[in-house]
């Protein structure tokens, strides 16, 4: 793999941050947003559901692709191309809109182009940082990155719900805004950002897959996120019905937007916690945290319909889920070999987004079914069965004897 200049690496990684930070206040205010559209165009839990599967989709059926791509191709320029389509399909968008001529089925097809493109865009990401950051710096970069990323989600959450309430359009205008500034600073990032040409093309698809499945560890926390991912997207997909007014919540678009704010600032404490709890617990403690916090958060509107209650346990469920992302990123790049850490961070992220892409329609179709309230406690209940694997896997002996696997034999 090319490593970039000494003198170029500080302004590389001000590109990266700038280009990540951008790219979570437009998705996030989507994903807050186009459900909420929707629910306005129809009260079926699963038509509404769809636009939210639609955004985690890609995860499931286009991120090893896109894993393959950023090994194969210039890391910069995929990131240029994916952050020029999706403003193109939000520019298209924000059209349709102030013509009013945009259906909800219409909102899940730019959903899903916005979820391809952030395929490429959270993998290129993870395979760049690596390359401008020496490997004792690993943590504290990915540490900023989570950081920053919880602190925009946070401020296209509240943001986002004051936006929404004054329609689609100006929403679409934000996210069009947040994607030009990403390209903007990608003119900065320079290059060239290829991984080794030879050995990046072979076993294109599989490579990480093989890779995690020759480590053990990583493997379970894969898993493990993909069925706590599930849950979460049922969970989300079904809240605008539950929290929204009619709905037994009785919440305004804006006071949508502050509750689910309310896991974003866990997720700032989680972030400053993360280093602490990793120096005086052990790395092991970041995943089981997260695990505790998360099956509390899915099962409280199942027991309430407080929204002082919701938040607190919303707050509490986002104090982990940084600590999470800081230790597994970490060990991604600090274990796989440079010419496959593309694929290995899609090959993560499929098994672990995957499952937030289908909870959204499992989670539909129990709501349908039994009523939200199956929805959050089967998530609760679900999530805490993961202590299981989590006890006997993710030990700290496993954490401590875990080592690079030889890149020809994967």
């Given at each position: 793999m090319t490593m970039a200049p000494l003198r170029t690496r500080r302004?590389?990684?001000?590109?990266?941050?700038?280009?990540?930070?951008?790219?979570?206040?437009?998705?996030?205010?989507?994903?807050?947003?186009?459900?909420?559209?929707?629910?306005?165009?129809?009260?079926?839990?699963?038509?509404?559901?769809?636009?939210?599967?639609?955004?985690?989709?890609?995860?499931?059926?286009?991120?090893?692709?896109?894993?393959?791509?950023?090994?194969?191709?210039?890391?910069?320029?995929?990131?240029?191309?994916?952050?020029?389509?999706?403003?193109?399909?939000?520019?298209?968008?924000?059209?349709?809109?102030?013509?009013?001529?945009?259906?909800?089925?219409?909102?899940?097809?730019?959903?899903?182009?916005?979820?391809?493109?952030?395929?490429?865009?959270?993998?290129?990401?993870?395979?760049?940082?690596?390359?401008?950051?020496?490997?004792?710096?690993?943590?504290?970069?990915?540490?900023?990155?989570?950081?920053?990323?919880?602190?925009?989600?946070?401020?296209?959450?509240?943001?986002?719900?004051?936006?929404?309430?004054?329609?689609?359009?100006?929403?679409?205008?934000?996210?069009?805004?947040?994607?030009?500034?990403?390209?903007?600073?990608?003119?900065?990032?320079?290059?060239?950002?290829?991984?080794?040409?030879?050995?990046?093309?072979?076993?294109?698809?599989?490579?990480?897959?093989?890779?995690?499945?020759?480590?053990?560890?990583?493997?379970?926390?894969?898993?493990?996120?993909?069925?706590?991912?599930?849950?979460?997207?049922?969970?989300?997909?079904?809240?605008?019905?539950?929290?929204?007014?009619?709905?037994?919540?009785?919440?305004?678009?804006?006071?949508?937007?502050?509750?689910?704010?309310?896991?974003?600032?866990?997720?700032?404490?989680?972030?400053?916690?993360?280093?602490?709890?990793?120096?005086?617990?052990?790395?092991?403690?970041?995943?089981?945290?997260?695990?505790?916090?998360?099956?509390?958060?899915?099962?409280?509107?199942?027991?309430?319909?407080?929204?002082?209650?919701?938040?607190?346990?919303?707050?509490?469920?986002?104090?982990?889920?940084?600590?999470?992302?800081?230790?597994?990123?970490?060990?991604?790049?600090?274990?796989?070999?440079?010419?496959?850490?593309?694929?290995?961070?899609?090959?993560?992220?499929?098994?672990?987004?995957?499952?937030?892409?289908?909870?959204?329609?499992?989670?539909?179709?129990?709501?349908?079914?039994?009523?939200?309230?199956?929805?959050?406690?089967?998530?609760?209940?679900?999530?805490?069965?993961?202590?299981?694997?989590?006890?006997?896997?993710?030990?700290?002996?496993?954490?401590?004897?875990?080592?690079?696997?030889?890149?020809?034999?994967?």
């Amino acid at each position: 793999m090319t490593m970039a200049p000494l003198r170029t690496r500080r302004r590389a990684f001000g590109a990266i941050w700038v280009v990540s930070a951008s790219s979570y206040v437009a998705i996030w205010a989507l994903r807050l947003a186009l459900p909420l559209f929707a629910a306005q165009q129809t009260a079926s839990p699963l038509l509404v559901a769809l636009v939210t599967f639609a955004f985690n989709a890609p995860w499931l059926g286009f991120s090893l692709v896109a894993g393959a791509l950023v090994d194969c191709l210039d890391r910069a320029r995929l990131l240029q191309f994916a952050a020029a389509v999706q403003g193109l399909v939000l520019a298209a968008a924000l059209g349709l809109a102030l013509a009013d001529a945009i259906p909800s089925v219409l909102l899940a097809v730019v959903a899903l182009v916005l979820g391809v493109g952030e395929t490429v865009v959270e993998t290129a990401v993870a395979a760049l940082v690596p390359q401008v950051v020496a490997h004792d710096e690993l943590d504290r970069a990915n540490t900023r990155l989570t950081g920053t990323q919880n602190l925009m989600e946070l401020a296209a959450l509240v943001l986002g719900g004051l936006v929404a309430s004054l329609g689609l359009a100006p929403t679409l205008a934000v996210a069009l805004g947040c994607h030009a500034l990403a390209l903007l600073a990608l003119t900065q990032l320079g290059g060239p950002y290829r991984a080794s040409g030879s050995t990046a093309r072979r076993g294109a698809l599989s490579g990480g897959l093989r890779f995690l499945a020759r480590q053990r560890v990583l493997l379970t926390i894969s898993l493990m996120a993909a069925v706590i991912n599930g849950c979460w997207g049922a969970w989300l997909a079904v809240l605008p019905t539950y929290a929204v007014a009619p709905g037994p919540m009785g919440l305004s678009e804006p006071a949508y937007g502050l509750l689910l704010a309310a896991g974003s600032v866990g997720g700032m404490l989680g972030v400053l916690l993360a280093g602490p709890v990793m120096r005086r617990l052990g790395r092991r403690w970041t995943i089981g945290i997260n695990i505790v916090g998360n099956a509390v958060m899915f099962a409280a509107p199942a027991l309430t319909t407080n929204l002082w209650l919701v938040g607190v346990a919303s707050l509490v469920g986002g104090v982990g889920g940084p600590m999470w992302a800081i230790s597994a990123a970490t060990l991604q790049q600090r274990l796989a070999p440079a010419e496959l850490l593309g694929r290995v961070s899609a090959a993560a992220r499929f098994l672990g987004y995957g499952g937030l892409a289908l909870g959204p329609l499992v989670g539909g179709l129990l709501a349908q079914q039994l009523g939200v309230g199956a929805v959050f406690l089967g998530s609760g209940l679900l999530t805490a069965l993961m202590l299981i694997p989590y006890a006997i896997v993710v030990t700290e002996r496993a954490m401590a004897q875990m080592s690079p696997a030889d890149p020809v034999a994967v």
